[in-house]
């Protein structure tokens, strides 16, 4: 396939293809394993994704940062915690589709298919879809087909890593009042009274369908996280001693970004009926 200028194809190690965009509108990279979006910043802005400096870039492994395709479900596998975390979409190598560019930015589609590996972690018939559009704004989307017989259980989030300029002045605005899960430590639903601040761990997943909003005094900024098919918002900061103990993460590195996911996850899980389809989606922008 043909690029078009804006999007040079590299390779950040032998075998590991990058697409870099660099376009009026912004610039960004995206690894063609997992269709992860590493970078984006639209122009005149700094970054607005998290990468780890620290992220590995290996086959297999995911990557710490940018936006991770948790995929066909959420956190550990709900029988077996001995298949991979969050999935296996993040993991693997997807296909280019679409490449094409505009005066407004980028769109870019990738595809992953069920096949014999992937039947050994998942027995169904599927295929999933990423769509990139990048340029002003950022609009991710995951599209799961069914392509088995029976009914598909899916859970499913974009791991949204966003930069911030310092997570202690950080308030999250829009989950006021929501319901929420609370994993630290022992699993609580609890009520959130006001607006969320940092001041340790969060690792929360809230009943909420509706637009998010970050509050960054430090870079001076306000970025907004809408979504669609999306019934869980997942909120997540390390803090000072999770950040300690994840290799592939600086230690004061929970200083710099938080997570704000567009998800299904716990109870939210989706149901697609044979040779149906569902769409997962979030934009962000400034």
Not at 172 to 193: I, S
Request: charged content about 20%.
């Amino acid at each position: 396939m043909s690029l078009p200028a804006s999007i040079i194809l590299s390779e950040a190690i032998p075998d590991y293809p990058v697409f870099v965009i660099q376009h009026p509108a912004c610039t960004a990279r995206i690894a063609l394993h997992g269709a992860h979006v590493m970078e984006w910043a639209p122009s005149g802005h700094s970054p607005v994704l998290y990468l780890s400096p620290q992220a590995l870039l290996e086959p297999g492994k995911p990557i710490r940062g940018g936006i991770p395709v948790c995929w066909p479900w959420f956190g550990p596998h709900p029988s077996d915690e001995s298949k991979p975390m969050h999935g296996f979409a993040r993991t693997r190598p997807w296909k280019l589709m679409e490449a094409s560019e505009s005066e407004e930015g980028v769109k870019m589609s990738f595809v992953l298919c069920s096949d014999p590996s992937t039947h050994e972690l998942w027995p169904h018939e599927f295929e999933a879809h990423v769509t990139v559009i990048l340029g002003a704004k950022l609009d991710v989307s995951l599209q799961t087909i069914n392509k088995s017989g029976t009914e598909l259980l899916v859970a499913d989030a974009l791991h949204t890593y966003l930069t911030v300029g310092d997570i202690g002045q950080v308030t999250v605005k829009g989950l006021a009042d929501a319901e929420y899960l609370d994993t630290v430590g022992e699993r609580t639903m609890r009520h959130q009274t006001g607006d969320i601040t940092f001041d340790r761990e969060v690792d929360r997943q809230y009943v909420s369908t509706g637009t998010v909003k970050v509050e960054d005094p430090a870079l001076g900024r306000t970025l907004s996280i809408e979504k669609a098919g999306s019934q869980t918002t997942v909120v997540w900061n390390p803090w000072i001693e999770k950040s300690k103990r994840l290799g592939d993460l600086p230690d004061e590195a929970y200083l710099q970004f938080l997570c704000v996911e567009a998800a299904n996850a716990g109870e939210a899980v989706v149901r697609i009926a044979p040779g149906a389809a569902n769409t997962l989606q979030t934009v962000i922008s400034l």
